[in-house]
């Protein structure tokens, strides 16, 4: 798990602006979903191609964050991410064509392959029969067409989000940018969140709660959401 946080610059920065660190006092539990994003093998096992280390350290406390949701009221929603192949091709070819080399291309394609090994939870997830699973090919799980994420919230009447996952500075902030857009409330689990460096994981953090939305420990969160807003 990453030992850095928001700078305390970046916290004053913030104060000024609007006059208070946090956004939110209270978050209504059921009108909240914990997105739990790309906590599969491809991101989680020791050597695989999209490997991030830290990711395996903060398996314990999104469990627990799962736990404390579900007693809540709330809404837990499992990510992952997979790559359609048909006939040689990929359904983003743009991407494995000029981002990764063609070694990568083919580790990764094996990987990534829905339903395959890399797609699968890794095997420290707490993942219950109540949960949702829900498969993205993008990024953002709400970029248009990449899920069915935002269809999900809407029929859930979702309008808090929690971001939990890998990679912090990836896929957990375009994610998160995106909630901000639909004009949900996100929240940014720091201590649930974990990218290839110290750095690249704080740079996510500031950029969220300057512009996109609040950054919280687990323990903060669940003591907002036992304040059980009514909305």
Same mark, same amino acid.
């Given at each position: ?42 991101? !989680? ?20 964050? !799962? ?90 009447d979702i309008r808090n989000v929690l971001i939990a996952g890998t990679k912090t500075n990836i896929c957990c902030e375009s994610t998160g940018r995106d909630a901000m857009m639909l004009d949900h409330q996100v929240v940014m689990v720091e201590d649930c969140c974990a990218a290839l460096s110290d750095e690249e994981h704080r740079s996510a ?27």
């Amino acid at each position: 798990m990453h030992n850095v946080t928001v700078r305390q610059e970046i916290i004053d920065r913030v104060m000024a602006r609007r006059g208070r660190h946090h956004l939110f006092d209270a978050l209504n539990p059921a009108r909240t979903a914990l997105v739990v994003i790309d906590m599969q093998n491809m991101f !989680c096992e020791p050597g695989a191609p999209g490997e991030v280390p830290t990711s395996r350290g903060i398996c314990d406390n999104i469990n627990r964050l !799962c736990t404390e949701v579900r007693q809540l009221g709330g809404l837990v929603i499992w990510i992952t991410s997979a790559t359609i192949f048909a006939n040689g091709r990929s359904d983003w070819e743009m991407f494995l064509n000029n981002f990764v080399s063609e070694d990568v291309r083919k580790n990764r394609g094996n990987y990534m392959s829905a339903g395959g090994h890399g797609e699968q939870l890794w095997h420290a997830m707490d993942r219950h029969d109540g949960d949702l699973h829900i498969r993205k090919n993008r990024y953002s799980a709400l970029t248009p067409g990449s899920s069915t994420l935002q269809r999900v919230l809407a029929s859930h009447d979702i309008r808090n989000v929690l971001i939990a996952g890998t990679k912090t500075n990836i896929c957990c902030e375009s994610t998160g940018r995106d909630a901000m857009m639909l004009d949900h409330q996100v929240v940014m689990v720091e201590d649930c969140c974990a990218a290839l460096s110290d750095e690249e994981h704080r740079s996510a953090l500031e950029n969220m709660i300057q512009q996109f939305g609040d950054v919280m420990t687990v323990d903060e969160v669940v003591a907002v959401l036992k304040n059980r807003e009514k909305d």
